[in-house]
């Protein structure tokens, strides 16, 4: 089975400045080139419904139901490190007939005086994951990585 899909970058910006950008879904059409419609009711929250329009490299476009299973906001540990989580659970018909399951997760992690690491990947299972094209969605991540680096990097 292929590798789970992921991306990352170094983005010269405070993690709550990226945090703020990451839960703004409803301007993720101004910037993400990947995910550019997301439509859930706001504030984001756990257990909430959020279908996401998805514009693949060859400019198809895929609307993806999923469910939120996590939103831990920015934390610093007693070392300093302030991590923070987005996650959420693909909730199609192939999830539920256990043919695809996925579940996307997005870290920030900022050590003390350094930049914010934005990491992502994709924990996919079943049957039929290679139809869900693990390939092209780690190209879409690094587009969204890309993107949200600029974004909140202003540039």
């Not at 993690?15 to 706001?42: K, S």
């Amino acid at each position: 089975m292929p590798a789970d899909p992921r991306a990352s970058v170094t983005i010269d910006a405070p993690l709550a400045d990226v945090w703020g950008v990451m839960l703004d879904t409803q301007a993720y059409g101004e910037w993400n080139p990947f995910l550019f419609r997301v439509e859930t009711p706001q504030p984001a929250a756990v257990g909430n419904p959020i279908v996401l329009t998805v514009r693949w490299a060859n400019g198809k476009e895929t609307r993806s139901p999923e469910v939120i299973t996590a939103i831990e906001p920015p934390a610093t540990d007693a070392g300093g490190t302030t991590t923070a989580l987005l996650s959420y659970v693909y909730a199609g018909l192939p999830a539920k007939l256990g043919l695809v399951r996925g579940t996307r997760h997005q870290r920030l992690t900022q050590s003390p005086g350094a930049p914010t690491t934005y990491d992502t990947w994709e924990e996919f299972s079943g049957p039929l994951v290679a139809l869900a094209g693990p390939g092209r969605v780690a190209e879409g991540f690094r587009r969204h990585a890309e993107a949200l680096k600029r974004r909140t990097e202003g540039s």
